[in-house]
């Protein structure tokens, strides 16, 4: 295992990220760790994360100086580096010229920590401090240009520091750089594999819930089903998996999930079908927030009495995964047991939050994993590929797809349009290319001609982004072809629709949805 200490760097994350990549278990723990806290977790190796402060500012965080005796090697990026500087006796000042961005290391010596990464790699950097003087017992193993100092060494005490970000894909061997330390430096073993999560995961669940019941909101996204799968593993019927069908799903999709889990795999499957429910709650309302509201709280309406009708239960399954938890830290934690408790589900079945009288005790097996991680894990407990490569689709569904009130005849013209859309990128082979592909219907009509009638009918818009996490995304530059097969199919098959536009908008200044 690595510990890494984070000192508030935007990549504390992607490091622990770039660990595992090795096969190797790593972890996000806050800088202020103590040395006892840290040797009864016994890593093979420390990182000291990057972060915004200045060493030398008033304040600024550092480690317990005991870690420094624990005999085991550590390594500094960025900020982590000056911490390590200045706390073993050495000299941090601000550097003449900040250096951002792309820069050619100068490997002075291959050592333990270089092996595999050539001279004049490209590294990424971000600092504005330089280390002036180096402590006792370090050498330079690599400068820069603008910096003497740009990877340093303790080699008996395996102490390391870089001043770039070996983390970042644009520092070109950083990845070899990140292996060499995990396994030549600290002699990590590659233990951390889909496999060996999972039988862990079904023995920690096993001792956990022993001979009582778990209720799992299934969603049919990649994280509710792999926790699915990997709690019926464990603990077979026991688990009881709630599936809410809100008549937003997509076309064919929750006859599909039921086939996947009950005919297929024979998971126990509740299905209650509120469509009715969420309907008659979303009659006369346009306004995008309170739809959601009312999808929010009607989930919540229908959780609450199925769970009753189904229960007891003691426990509730909850596919929190690793971010969420750094995120989060432990403010969910039940101040008599110590364990966690929910007073929230997942944004992902869009709910507020749970009744007071409603709370669970939580059986959480994926959060140590981060999304990545999931689809793997998903795939070594035979999770059929559909569900793996999945597009994200959001709780409330289609119904913040149509724009104002939302119907039956408009569901059902936008099932179908968002069926073409899927269903025509899939014979072009193209569906991965894509974050989220979908139609909206707009509740406008417009004039066309077909045939030799006139026709008043809506507009659908086609919404095709690419991205690498939703939080920012851009509209696919995709062949006219593409657009002109879907734009024919969409208005000769989706009876109600005459007329497709295309999204050019990217987010921001845009949203993915509409709504
Ligand atoms: P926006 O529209 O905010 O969407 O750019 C970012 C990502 O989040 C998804 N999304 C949701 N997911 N519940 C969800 O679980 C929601 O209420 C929700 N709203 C948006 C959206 O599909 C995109 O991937």
Request: aromatic residues 8%; glycine residues 8%; contains cysteine.
């Amino acid at each position: 295992m690595i510990a890494i200490l984070d000192f508030g760097s935007q990549y504390s994350e992607l490091i622990a990220r770039r660990i595992r990549e090795t096969q190797v278990y790593s972890e996000v723990l806050p800088y202020r760790t103590t040395a006892e806290q840290l040797k009864k977790l016994s890593p093979h190796g420390i990182i000291l994360s990057g972060g915004p402060s200045s060493v030398y500012d008033e304040g600024a965080p550092t480690v317990d100086p005991k870690i420094w005796e624990l005999g085991i090697p550590v390594i500094g990026v960025c900020y982590g580096m000056q911490v390590m500087v200045q706390q073993l006796g050495g000299v941090v000042k601000r550097a003449d010229r900040a250096e951002y961005g792309k820069a050619s290391l100068h490997i002075d010596e291959e050592e333990t920590l270089f092996p595999g990464v050539e001279d004049g790699a490209t590294m990424w950097m971000s600092h504005g401090d330089s280390c002036l003087k180096l402590p006792t017992g370090f050498e330079v193993l690599a400068h820069t240009e603008n910096t003497p100092c740009a990877a340093i060494a303790h080699p008996e005490k395996k102490y390391y520091g870089v001043q770039f970000h070996p983390e970042v894909v644009h520092s070109v061997g950083g990845a070899v750089l990140i292996r060499n330390f995990v396994y030549k430096i600290c002699e990590c073993e590659p233990t951390w594999t889909p496999e060996a999560f999972v039988e862990e995961a079904v023995r920690e669940v096993r001792g956990k819930v022993g001979d009582k019941r778990v209720l799992l909101a299934l969603s049919g996204g990649v994280d509710s089903s792999t926790l699915a799968f990997l709690l019926h593993k464990a603990i077979g019927d026991q688990l009881v998996c709630m599936f809410i069908d809100q008549g937003f799903m997509r076309k064919g999709e929750p006859e599909r999930l039921i086939e996947i889990f009950k005919d297929r795999f024979h998971i126990p499957v509740e299905y209650v079908n509120a469509r009715d429910r969420f309907l008659a709650q979303l009659e006369g309302v346009s306004d995008p927030e309170e739809k959601r509201r009312r999808i929010g709280h009607e989930f919540i309406q229908v959780f609450e009495e199925k769970s009753q009708e189904l229960g007891p239960f003691d426990y509730l399954a909850q596919g929190t995964l690793y971010p969420d938890v750094i995120e989060s830290a432990d403010t969910n934690v039940d101040p008599k047991t110590g364990e966690r408790v929910a007073v929230k589900i997942k944004s992902h079945h869009n709910v507020g939050g749970l009744p007071k009288d409603l709370r669970f005790k939580l059986v959480e097996p994926l959060r140590k994993l981060f999304k990545d991680e999931v689809r793997k894990v998903g795939r070594s407990l035979d999770l059929p590929e559909e569900i793996i490569q999945r597009h994200p689709f959001p709780g409330p569904g289609l119904g913040i797809r149509i724009i104002g009130e939302v119907t039956a005849e408009r569901l059902n013209i936008l099932r179908d349009a968002d069926f073409v859309v899927r269903d025509e990128i899939k014979k072009q082979n193209c569906y991965q290319d894509f974050w989220q592909a979908f139609a909206v219907l707009l509740p406008i009509r417009s004039v066309g001609v077909m045939g030799d009638k006139r026709t008043y009918a809506h507009p659908v818009v086609l919404r095709l982004i690419s991205s690498e996490d939703g939080m920012t995304a851009d509209w696919s530059r995709v062949p006219y072809d593409l657009l002109e097969t879907i734009s024919n199919r969409m208005v000769n098959e989706v009876k109600g629709v005459n007329r497709v536009v295309y999204d050019v908008t990217s987010k921001p200044p845009g949203t993915i949805e509409w709504e």
